[in-house]
């Protein structure tokens, strides 16, 4: 008898044990979920008590999502990094908006789409959108990649989706940085979002590099009618007010990467580039810009990093152009 006492006590005292464990655990999860939404670790407005402003983070696609929401801008450059460079100070300064930098790098369509829709959802009267159309948007079949990492959660309006994924050490990293920023201790971002990648390549130095697939001259974007993301770039676009200002870009690429004429590619570009007008054919103070051509700015090697990403002369002469049109439309002046 004393031998089966001693073995149920013995039970008894592990479960005992494991049930505080346990319960410890359960209670050190609720007060780190509790810390995580006080400090809403990527500043996306669906918590966050604590009056902190803006995060510390260079990856772009968490980033976004705080300056998305930033109620101090009132209009946005959308694009993949073929739109980093535009500064979105020079434009603020040339036509009196308040423009911020969602760029996204390596960004797909479908990712850039999800930004904006973000920035329209928290900015019910934008003032212009710059959109910037590398070669994805001209694929003619869309295909998402199973191994897409984007996180759409962050971007989306469901509280819970975002709460569930704040138990993770990316989200405790982010959290981290932003208490350091509401203690004086780090520096947030710049706000409207702007970074030069001059600082990964030294100035002057052309590094020329093998383009994807869509930048190499004279190869075939693909083999079916339509582009289905600019169809659904224009669905977003046709629900925007008529005083919105819209001015879709082309990027320039190093002249080498351009397709010469009478070749498949360069007639595809053409197809694309008709496409993408269309959605703001009649637009007032809207324009379609096509800045990938062969010029002297292109054919100098000092205005590019690499084949398809230029330096801040060649984004200052856009800016230009850009402004001009959200000014005059499609009357606007392109010297490029």
């Known amino acids: 008898m004393a031998l089966l006492t001693s073995t149920s006590d013995e039970s008894d005292g592990w479960a005992r044990c494991l049930t505080a464990c346990l319960g410890t655990i359960g209670i050190g999860a609720l007060l780190l979920l509790a810390l995580m939404v006080a400090v809403d670790p990527y500043d996306?407005?669906?918590f966050g008590w604590l009056g902190i402003d803006g995060v510390d983070d260079q990856n772009t696609h968490t980033a976004s999502a705080s300056r998305a929401r930033d109620a101090q801008f009132d209009s946005a450059i959308v694009g993949s990094s073929t739109a980093q460079m535009l500064h979105p100070a020079e434009l603020s300064r040339a036509t009196g908006l308040r423009f911020v930098q969602l760029y996204l790098t390596g960004g797909s369509p479908r990712q850039q789409l999800t930004v904006?829709?973000?920035?329209?959802?928290?900015?019910?009267?934008?003032?212009?959108?710059?959109?910037?159309?590398?070669?994805?948007?001209?694929?003619?079949?869309?295909?998402?990649?199973?191994?897409?990492?984007?996180?759409?959660w962050l971007y989306d309006d469901s509280s819970l989706a975002y709460a569930v994924r704040l138990l993770s050490w990316p989200a405790i990293q982010r959290a981290s940085r932003r208490i350091s920023i509401g203690l004086g201790w780090r520096k947030?971002?710049?706000?409207?979002?702007?970074?030069?990648?001059?600082?990964?390549?030294?100035?002057?130095?052309?590094?020329?590099v093998s383009p994807p697939r869509d930048f190499v001259p004279g190869a075939p974007v693909g083999g079916r009618d339509g582009f289905p993301?600019?169809?659904r770039l224009d669905a977003v676009i046709k629900q925007l007010p008529a005083n919105v200002a819209v001015v879709l870009v082309v990027p320039p690429t190093f002249h080498a990467a351009v397709a010469k004429p009478g070749m498949p590619a360069a007639a595809?570009?053409?197809?694309?580039?008709?496409?993408?007008?269309?959605?703001?054919?009649?637009?007032?103070?809207?324009?379609?810009?096509?800045?990938?051509?062969?010029n002297a700015l292109t054919r100098n090697p000092d205005n590019f990093a690499d084949l398809?990403?230029?330096?801040?002369?060649?984004?200052?002469?856009?800016?230009e152009?850009?402004?001009?049109?959200?000014?005059?439309?499609?009357?606007?002046k392109i010297d490029f």
């Open 308 to 319: 398809i990403h230029y330096r801040p002369s060649i984004a200052s002469k856009m800016a």
């Open 229 to 231: 993301e600019i169809m």
């Open 188 to 208: 947030r971002d710049e706000p409207n979002g702007y970074f030069s990648y001059e600082a990964f390549w030294h100035r002057g130095e052309f590094r020329p």
């Open 44 to 46: 996306t407005g669906k």
């Open 116 to 152: 904006l829709d973000s920035f329209l959802r928290h900015h019910q009267r934008p003032g212009a959108l710059v959109i910037v159309t590398d070669p994805l948007w001209c694929v003619h079949q869309r295909v998402d990649d199973p191994n897409d990492r984007f996180p759409y």
């Open 321 to 332: 152009g850009i402004a001009d049109s959200i000014r005059l439309g499609e009357a606007a």
């Open 268 to 294: 595809e570009r053409d197809a694309c580039n008709a496409a993408l007008q269309r959605i703001v054919a009649g637009r007032a103070r809207s324009n379609f810009i096509n800045y990938r051509i062969e």
